[in-house]
C-alpha cells in the first residue's frame, strides 16, 4: 500500500456546472412536457455528436413524443364517444319529440269526427216593450230581404193590410209559395 495521497480532481468551473445541471432538468421535464420534448428532439437531430453523447436523451424525447400522440388520440376517441353519447342522449330525442308534435298534429286531425251540418233555427229576438201611446196605432213590420220595401213610407198613424205589405215585400223566391221573400208580422193596437 502507498500512502500517497490521491490526486486531487481539478475542479470545473461554474458554466460546466451549470450545463449540467441543465441536461439532468431536461432528463425529468422531457417526460412531462411534449413541447420541451420536441425541442430537445430537434436540437439533437441537427448536432450527431451531441446526439451520440446524450443518446438516453434522445430516446426519451422519442419516447415522450410518441405517449403524446398516443394521448392525443385516445382524448379524440373519448371526446368522439361524448359526442355521440350527448347527441344520442339529447339532441335525438328533441328531434324526435319535434317530427312527433308535427306528425302527431296531423294524426289528431284525422281521429277527430267529421262535422256535421246542424240546421239552424231561426232564433227570436226580444221584442222590447214598447210605451203605449195614447191614440195611436203601433205598427211593427219585419220583412227580410225587401227591396220593394224599401220605397214604403212607415207611418204611425196609418193602418197597414197584410195584402199591401206582401205586395210591396216583392216577388216570390223560386220554390217557395209565400209570396215576398220573408217573414211579415203585423201589430195594430187601436
Known amino acids: 500500500m502507498s500512502f500517497e495521497k490521491p ?22 421535464r422531457v417526460g412531462r412536457e ?3 420534448a420536441a425541442e430537445v428532439l430537434a436540437q439533437l437531430d441537427d448536432d450527431p455528436e451531441m446526439k451520440r453523447a446524450h443518446l438516453a436523451l434522445y430516446l426519451r424525447c422519442r419516447q415522450s413524443l410518441g405517449t403524446q400522440q398516443f394521448r392525443q388520440a385516445r382524448h379524440q376517441r373519448i371526446g368522439q364517444f361524448v359526442r355521440w353519447l350527448c347527441h344520442g342522449l339529447f339532441v335525438v330525442p328533441v328531434q324526435a319529440l319535434h317530427r312527433a308534435w308535427h306528425l302527431g298534429g296531423d294524426l289528431a286531425a284525422e281521429c277527430l269526427p267529421e262535422r256535421i251540418p246542424v240546421p239552424v233555427e231561426p232564433t227570436l229576438r226580444p221584442t222590447r216593450k214598447a210605451t203605449p201611446r195614447p191614440k195611436t196605432a203601433v205598427v211593427t213590420t219585419v220583412v227580410a230581404a225587401a227591396p220593394a220595401a224599401a220605397g214604403v213610407e212607415e207611418s204611425s198613424s196609418r193602418q197597414i193590410r197584410p195584402d199591401a205589405v206582401a205586395k210591396a215585400a216583392g216577388p216570390a223566391m223560386p220554390g217557395s209559395s209565400a209570396p215576398g221573400m220573408g217573414a211579415t208580422t203585423l201589430s195594430v193596437v187601436p
Open 34 to 36: 411534449p413541447a420541451i
Open 7 to 28: 490526486r486531487p480532481r481539478p475542479r470545473r468551473s461554474g458554466v460546466l456546472d451549470e450545463e449540467e445541471r441543465a441536461w439532468v432538468d431536461f432528463y425529468r
